[in-house]
């Protein structure tokens, strides 16, 4: 009886929850297995959107032409877009815009992504910032399109410095090293590629 009363304390809860924890897995796996191209199709259709909207030329997502061709170090994606049109301050330009999305560590270790649109003369079109992994509030505010003003317009092809012009965001130190961090890697790589 003693043998039995073993099993029934001892081993049978060990079984029973390794068969839950193996089938609850396989479940996981399935699901993901699912939905992780939907959440992949999303997040390019988000880039491409933020892409579209830092290059005042390109209406559209599909006269964008991805390149391939650069090394700077934290950039995750460019692309340009050719022909005739208007940039940031109304100057009309033939030739070719693009847009540069670089990724750094924020707060606890949350990237933090940047898309900058560039004219032909590499003046900054627009900016857009993803900071949702960043403390909401405090580091997620380096987002804001009041903040984020500071840039347009700025000089493309120069890296820029907190308190050299340019401010940071009260509160959140990190999150705004990681922002000029990413506007520099974006910088860098224009340089590289113009």
Same mark, same amino acid.
């Given at each position: 009886?003693?043998? #039995? /009363? ?6 049978? !809860? ?19 297995? &699912?939905?992780? !191209?939907?959440?992949? =199709?999303?997040? @390019? ?10 290059? !005042?030329?390109? +209406? ?23 022909? @005739? ?12 815009? /693009? ?18 649109? &560039? ?24 987002? #804001? =399109?009041? &903040?984020?003003?500071? &840039? ?6 120069? #890296? ?14 990190? /999150? +705004? ?13 224009? #340089?590289?590629?113009?």
């Amino acid at each position: 009886m003693n043998k #039995n /009363s073993s099993w029934e304390t001892s081993v049978k !809860p060990v079984v029973v929850l390794s068969v839950i924890a193996l089938i609850v897995s396989l479940l996981l796996a399935m699901v993901n297995s &699912f939905t992780a !191209p939907i959440i992949e =199709d999303n997040q @390019k259709a988000a880039t491409l959107a933020a892409y579209v909207d830092v290059m !005042p030329t390109v +209406s559209s997502a599909s006269d964008l032409e991805e390149v391939t061709d650069y090394t700077t170090e934290n950039v995750t994606g460019v692309v340009k877009a050719e022909g @005739k049109g208007t940039a940031y301050v109304s100057t009309t330009y033939n030739g070719v815009s /693009s847009a540069i999305k670089a990724e750094e560590k924020g707060f606890d270790g949350g990237i933090l992504s940047v898309i900058i649109g &560039f004219d032909t003369n590499g003046t900054v079109t627009g900016i857009w910032v993803d900071a949702s992994t960043q403390t909401k509030g405090i580091g997620s505010n380096v987002a #804001n =399109d009041t &903040f984020l003003a500071q &840039f347009n317009g700025m000089d493309g092809t120069q #890296n820029i410095a907190i308190g050299q012009g340019f401010d940071a965001y009260s509160g959140a130190t990190i /999150s +705004s090293k990681a922002l000029f961090a990413a506007i520099n890697d974006c910088v860098n790589c224009y #340089n590289e590629l113009a």
